[in-house]
């Protein structure tokens, strides 16, 4: 369905996400002239606020979480903003709602930011609002559910009032710059894709590492863990993206069907391929932090880490192992892909004395977009004492390469493509599915065979069995 939403309604409009994210992509989006002049945005949540009230708490918002430097249009977005007061679970109250939405020209777009459980009442009364219709479509921020069945129950109940075709489930990962990046990497380059495949590739890995503790998360992040608040959604988008098969164009529905293929080629993991862990007090960046129990108040079996090393059945990917790791209250903030080759069939340096390293590609992501790839060169000499070789890295750090284009934060490409209607970074039913079904399965094999996470102190790369899970195999993380 084609439109392009001249109105915008934000459920959860006072939360974190819309503090910290939402309405800063709003703002930049409106100041670089992105969207339409007409454009509305209506916020909705419980708190009792008028439109005015509102906008003063935008404004604190994007004062605290905007750099300076980017808030060059506040005032005028600020105009923008109306809000309308809003308890989900109160059928009574979406007449009022549809009300202040009013009657858009083109067409609504809806972005759903709040706790699931609010979820299936909120499609109930946007329904019965009248805010469902053929020009609207939907936003949905996750978690959609913590297991294949809860996030049918999500995705049926969405499904009755909005059809797939209308409906976005947001992976922010999927907005990232360099994660959009690895599709022009295997795709408009002819260098790698020859060598894209278990003849030519070792191994890949995958981190995404952060510094962070619980962040005030405690009642969500509790009742979730590492793998499905991590691995279920981002890290296998990340996945899907490396291992995928060409899609034949840069479409929706090409890269999502390859994507979801691939996904399902994902095998059940054996109970000696993955690794939890839950910190312990230690320290992050120098600074004292306290442990996982102790934020929480009590003890928890709830992993903040994890390590997989997972398989894809297919022929592409067969025997190449693909190990992922991650975890809170690392040493560092790092989100990176490591492609390691395999090395030459036969080494014409050997008599000579020189060795030679496999080639590898280093894909970061965060805090640094950059890709490196280590190229063997002979060290310059007149090789008296035989040939030495060195790794050199071929870089390309992106805010060199690209040093003109804005650096935009994920959301902003997400809510843009939202309000007009493109669903290439958006995760269909199907893939999620997907996913859950993996994920699902590596749970039951942990309750059957009784895994608990094992401690590690903060600010270390996890317990020392993440570190086993890839040295008995002659793999080093890449760190
Ligand atoms: C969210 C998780 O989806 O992603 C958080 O719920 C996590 O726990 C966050 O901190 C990481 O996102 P980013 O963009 O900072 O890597």
Redesign the pocket.
Known sequence: MSFTADRLLLFGATGDLAQRMLLPSLCALHADGLVDEDLEIVGTARQPFDDAGYRNFAREALEKFMPADRRGGMATFLNRLRYQPLDATDMAGYAALADKVGTPKQGLAIFLSTAPSLFEPTIVGLAAGGLAGEKVRIGLE?PLGTSLESSREVNDAVARAFPEDRTFRID??LG?ETVQNLLALRFANILFEPLWNAAHIDHVQIT?A?T?GLEG?VGF?DGAGALR??VQ??MLQLLALVAMEPPSSYDATAIRDEKVKVLRTLRLVAPDETVTGQYRAGAILGQPVPGYDEELGKPSDTETFVAIKAHLDNWRWKGVPFYLRTGKRLPERK?EIVVQFRPVPHSIFAGRGALTVPNRLVIGI?PEENITLSLMAKVPGLDREGVRLRQVPLDIAMADAFAGPTKRI?YERLLLDLIEGDQTLFVRRDEVEAQWDWIDGIRASWAVHGLTPKPYTAGSWGPSAAIALTERDGVHWHE
Request: net charge positive; no cysteine; charged share 30%.
């Open positions: 996750k922010h990962y990232k995404v952060e962070v998360r992040y608040d991590m959604n981002h989100t965060q994920a």
